[in-house]
Antibody, heavy 119, light 109 residues
Framework: EVQLVQSGAEVKKPGESLKISCKAS????????IGWVRQMPGKGLEWMGI????????IYSPSFEGHVTISVDKSISTAYVQWSSLKASDTAIYYC????????????WGPGTLVTVSS | ELVLTQSPGTLSLSPGERATLSCRAS???????LAWYQQKPGQAPRLLIY???SRSTGIPDRFSGSGSGTDFTLTISRLEPEDFAVYYC??????????FGQGTKVEIK
């Protein structure tokens, strides 16, 4: 059974750094793209970027490139998104999602990680 | 960036009625790489349709997708109480970047 288990909710101050995780199981992690989607409070879904774990090939949305870093640790089947300096506008739920059974479509989703950035 | 525009923003219907949701792309979506997701409050999105018209595993056949090029439709033939949710279209023909529509809320009338 495919599972994507995300790290817990975070409360941070502006300017702080953060790295949240998504641990995958039930499939060959290195061989399928995995990505991140943002949902700001009461808003829609935003495609942030995707990474191919086998070679760490990464595609970012221009809206997020330079502000977040997407990475993986193949040895523990885990994907990450990190910020070096958070802003209040980063407050959102962040979903990881895998493209596993259906090529290039997010067909498996994690439950989301709520990130709150407030002074 | 390929922009997706969904309409209407909100659809107010009764259980048993037919729902028709639209998704229009700013340029042609090659190979009909268009998906639909359902999201309920407090839950992650769930894949309903991919390739414009193929149902994902376990999705009831009251959900159907159609369209090509720039115009796509999600139809729910007879609304069940559990179908009241927000629906998003998503194009994956161009993953630099992938994009979502802004969503259509299907609410109980």
């Amino acid at each position: 059974e495919v599972q994507l288990v995300q790290s817990g909710a975070e409360v941070k101050k502006p300017g702080e750094s953060l790295k949240i995780s998504c641990k995958a199981s039930g499939y060959r992690f290195a061989r399928y793209w995995i990505g991140w989607v943002r949902q700001m409070p009461g808003k829609g879904l935003e495609w942030m970027g995707i990474i191919f774990p086998d070679d760490s090939d990464t595609i970012y949305s221009p809206s997020f490139e330079g502000h977040v870093t997407i990475s993986v640790d193949k040895s523990i089947s885990t994907a990450y998104v990190q910020w070096s300096s958070l802003k209040a506008s980063d407050t959102a739920i962040y979903y990881c999602a895998g493209m596993i059974d259906t090529a290039m479509v997010f067909d498996y989703w994690g439950p989301g990680t709520l990130v709150t950035v407030s002074s | 960036e390929l922009v997706l525009t969904q309409s209407p923003g909100t659809l107010s219907l009764s259980p048993g009625e037919r729902a028709t949701l639209s998704c229009r792309a700013s340029q042609s979506v090659s190979d009909n790489y268009l998906a639909w997701y359902q999201q309920k409050p407090g839950q992650a999105p769930r894949l309903l349709i991919y390739g414009a018209s193929s149902r994902s595993t376990g999705i009831p056949d009251r959900f159907s997708g159609s369209g090509s090029g720039t115009d796509f439709t999600l139809t729910i033939s007879r609304l069940e109480p559990e179908d009241f949710a927000v629906y998003y279209c998503h194009q994956y023909a161009n993953l630099s970047p992938g994009t979502f529509g802004q969503g259509t809320k299907v609410e109980i009338k």
